[in-house]
């Protein structure tokens, strides 16, 4: 029985126990005939009343019963697995401009797509696999550019790891899999769009955090694999309202030099030769990747908003010349997430030539390579739910370390590199 009706039971009880009071006080005392009919008429409503709402509680009560049979043989029909299967995807419709000094401008509209699922197994072991657009296959995109007179785009396996967690401290990753390593802030010294593949462990105790990870880059059938081994260690401690969090990391690749473990034929910037290398992979890489990784950020509400500031530093140990060095430093206010939200942020990041292994380095900033600085201003607003608009604008410099020949120019450093990023979000 609802509530309402409830309560109009309850009055009706108690309006008859009031009228059989009532008629107790008028039997006591002298009253006239037409007094005494009056009364009886209105307990003979109210017992009408009463006996109405029964009737009605009993029917609701029935087919409350016939409802929660219902919902329990649907319950049953349903195979137990099904539950344990999550969709997760978005889609982004992106305008991009592209203005580099001496070169032709540009713009393209672009798509990018992303479907998939997490499978709860049991209770300890995860499991997902996520498809998404890119332009053959490429590791630092999912963008997919609106040409070819409305030819089919591709689709690829963007994802597809298991998780094992043993203990709630530890987890162990297998597959293609997200980053095994924090990333501090909006720093994009790696491309966010990447996905490593191989094996990772990682710990997490109290404001203590530390991984391990094996990542495959290229394997070769008779000269041997390029790979990346690396570890991580951090510590996330709440400060008050605020959070801390600092982290240094390491990451040493192996068999790159001399060698050309390159996507697409490019090396992004990083110095080749063609001294030394490998038969059949010339050009090739000068140098080898030891990179050492220190960063910090700080998370704090303002004005009921968060506002976050970060700043990484990373160090190529094993160059063989001074352009070793790539930072990041950033500041972020608001977050772009309930409907009528909204943020904004700027960063500053300088990666040498050489400081880092260009096939990991931001596809949108100074061209994509290594060999650039510059700001990026950010800003996003979630104008409803799960829609979100988002602003991006690359004022970069590049060819920082290492002129650049452009055609009745001649040799050019410091070459302006503006990129404008409009785009509409979905996410479900």
């Known amino acids: 029985m609802n509530s309402d009706k409830t309560d109009s039971g309850s009055r ?8 059989a009071a009532v008629a107790a006080v008028l039997a006591a005392s002298p009253a006239t005939a037409d007094e005494v009919s009056e009364l009886k008429a209105a307990v003979q409503a109210l017992q009408k009343r009463l006996d109405t709402l029964e009737a009605q509680a009993k029917s609701n009560e029935e087919t ?3 409802q929660t049979d219902q919902i329990a043989q649907a319950k049953t029909s ?9 969709l997760k995807g978005d889609l982004r419709y ?37 498809l998404a657009s890119a332009e053959g296959g490429d590791p630092r995109s999912s963008n997919q550019t609106l040409t070819g007179e409305n030819t089919r785009k591709s689709i690829y396996i963007d994802l597809a790891y298991a998780e094992w967690k043993p203990h709630a401290d530890w987890k162990l990753t297998a597959g293609k899999m997200k980053y095994p390593w924090a990333r501090p ?6 491309d966010g769009d990447i996905n490593p593949e191989g094996l990772a462990v990682n710990f997490n105790h109290g404001p203590f955090f530390a991984s391990s990870f094996f990542t495959n880059l290229e394997e070769r059938s ?27 990391s390491l ?26 290398c490998f038969p059949g992979q010339s050009p090739c890489l000068l140098n080898d990747y030891n990179l050492v990784e220190g960063f910090a950020e700080y998370s704090v509400p303002v004005a009921g908003r968060p506002l976050s500031l970060y700043a990484d530093y990373i160090r190529n140990d094993a160059a063989v010349n001074s352009m070793d060095t790539a930072y990041s430093a950033g500041i972020q206010y608001g977050r772009a997430s309930n409907p009528r939200t909204w943020e904004i942020g700027y960063f500053y990041q300088k990666v040498e030539k050489d400081s880092l292994n260009a096939q990991f380095v931001d596809s949108d900033f100074a061209g994509g390579n290594s060999d650039g600085k510059g700001g990026t201003f950010k800003a996003a607003y ?42 509409m979000n979905f996410k479900y």
């Open 78 to 86: 349903v195979p137990a697995w099904v539950p344990n299967f999550a």
């Open 94 to 130: 992106r305008n991009e401009n592209i203005d580099a000094e001496y070169a032709v401008g540009r713009n393209r509209d672009r798509i990018r797509v992303r479907a998939g699922f997490v499978a709860k197994v049991n209770d300890t072991i995860t499991s997902e696999l996520q």
């Open 251 to 276: 990451f040493d690749f192996n068999s790159v030099q001399h060698r050309n473990p390159f996507f697409g034929g490019s090396s992004n910037g990083n110095t080749t030769t063609t001294v030394g």
């Open 382 to 423: 979630a104008f409803a739910r799960n829609w979100t608009l988002n602003l991006t604008y690359f004022m970069n410099k590049t060819n920082i370390d290492v002129p650049v020949n452009v055609a009745g120019v001649g040799s050019v450093l410091d070459r302006d590199y503006k990129r404008l990023q409009v785009d």
């Open 185 to 190: 802030g909006q720093s994009i010294l790696f």
């Open 64 to 66: 409350n019963d016939r």
């Open 12 to 19: 009706a009880l108690r309006a008859l126990g009031v009228a």
């Open 222 to 248: 008779a000269t041997g694999e390029s790979t990346l081994f690396g570890g991580q260690v951090g510590w996330k401690q709440a400060i008050g309202t605020a959070s801390l969090t600092l982290g240094a």
